[in-house]
């Protein structure tokens, strides 16, 4: 595999004007390691705004050192035409070792592939995944360009690669840093395929989405194109839904806007959409803007428990949040990425379709008949398959923040 970029570095600095002390991201192979006494260039601006995942400064210069050409190989060139565009060997360039294997992949073969609209839903769907199956599957993560652009940014990242719990990373687009580099989301997949042999690819942005009060007007939107580019490879998408019942804002209580306006507007071709067990009144609401959205005719709907997801972070020790809220504040997004990661198991055990009995709900799967590597489905099963041993293969490029 090649990769490689050096993650980031988080700084205490003290800032001549306005004065005071903040914290400081550098990103190592941007920039250069930066130490006690240096002086730095920083970008204030997240800060100035008062954002939240990307409430940092960023180092964007050494003074003495501006100047850096960045070795290495590689033609392709990410971050094109910024001050700080990177080339990077990707996958589709002869010269990568995997490019062989990519170039003569025509399609997923199956695959099945959850697609998000949160990087939040990452760790419950992947402890989803490994809560129901057994041996616990291969798994690759696609980051898409979506929201932040490096992969070293999150901490999730490097702590499921750290864990084992993600067998490679893939950046597309202009998104940088992945075990494995792509142009976009299509080469992304078929790496994961036919390279990484995943079981299941999980594919979502970095942290950071950006929204507005507009019908359109969001990044997440990309949820409903990566249905659609599934299918057209011959994969079995599976969409994550961002449910919330503590959001304080109208249009992302009960299922976001935005999953409604992505699969319901965005999306032109069919997928299995995880709909997770919750409260009586709580379900009664979301099963209604789902077919007021057209949804329910649209795609289809196969609920899932996640509790089992939520066990197994716990059993781990992940602490996973979303908006600044973690599970007991918000407990149905986290149940809705862990429905996607059970949904998404029962397919890949079931290796043929969907297994949707006449309600619409899932059925049993057979225990690993037919499944690829024989991977087999634990219905509701927790736990056994979630803790993997210590030391596995971590991530290149991923630095604990």
């Not at 192979?29 to 940092?56: C, E, M």
């Not at 949160?118 to 769907?125: C, D, V």
């Not at 839904?241 to 965005?266: E, M, N, P, Q, Y």
Request: with cysteine; net charge positive.
């Amino acid at each position: 595999m090649t990769g490689g970029w050096p993650g980031v570095s988080l700084l205490r600095v003290e800032i001549e004007d306005p004065p005071g002390h903040g914290r400081a991201m550098n990103y190592d192979g941007l920039t250069g390691a930066v130490g006690p006494g240096d002086r730095v260039l920083l970008n204030t601006t997240a800060v100035s705004l008062g954002l939240g995942s990307g409430g940092y400064h960023f180092v964007l210069a050494v003074p003495g050192r501006e100047r850096r050409d960045l070795t290495g190989p590689g033609h392709i060139m990410k971050l094109r035409y910024t001050p700080l565009q990177i080339r990077c060997l990707a996958v589709e360039e002869e010269a990568h070792p995997a490019h062989a294997q990519v170039a003569a992949a025509r399609d997923l073969g199956g695959m099945v592939v959850i697609a998000g609209c949160l990087h939040s839903q990452l760790a419950p769907t992947v402890a989803g995944l490994r809560a129901a199956m057994s041996p616990p599957p291969r798994v690759a993560y696609v980051m898409t360009d979506g929201g932040a652009l490096p992969l070293a940014f999150s901490r999730t990242v490097a702590e499921l690669a750290e864990r084992g719990w993600l067998n490679a990373t893939i950046t597309s687009g202009h998104a940088f840093g992945g075990d494995y580099e792509t142009v976009n989301l299509y080469t992304a997949l078929l790496c994961a395929a036919a390279v990484v042999r995943a079981h299941v690819a999980v594919v979502a942005m970095g942290p950071g989405v950006v929204g507005t009060g507009s019908t359109y007007g969001f990044t997440a939107i990309e949820q409903g194109e990566i249905v659609d580019r599934v299918n057209l490879l011959g994969g079995r998408p599976v969409a994550a839904l961002r449910i919330s019942f503590a959001d304080s804002r109208s249009r992302h209580r009960g299922v976001s806007h935005h999953c409604l306006t992505a699969l319901g507007k965005v999306a032109r071709t069919r997928g299995v959409i995880a709909v997770p067990r919750l409260p009586r009144g709580q379900a009664a609401l979301v099963r209604r803007q789902l077919e007021e959205a057209g949804l329910a005719g649209r795609h289809t709907l196969a609920g899932a428990a996640g509790e089992a997801a939520l066990a197994c972070l716990e059993q781990e020790g992940l602490e996973v949040a979303t908006m600044g809220r973690d599970a007991g504040q918000d407990p149905a997004f986290f149940l809705a990425a862990g429905a996607a990661g059970a949904v998404a198991a029962r397919l890949v055990a079931q290796a043929g379709g969907e297994v949707v009995d006449r309600n619409g709900l899932p059925g049993e799967a057979p225990h690993g008949e037919g499944a690829r590597d024989h991977v087999g489905f634990r219905p509701e099963s927790f736990p056994g398959s979630c803790r993997a041993p210590r030391g596995g293969r971590p991530g290149a490029g991923h630095q604990r923040r």
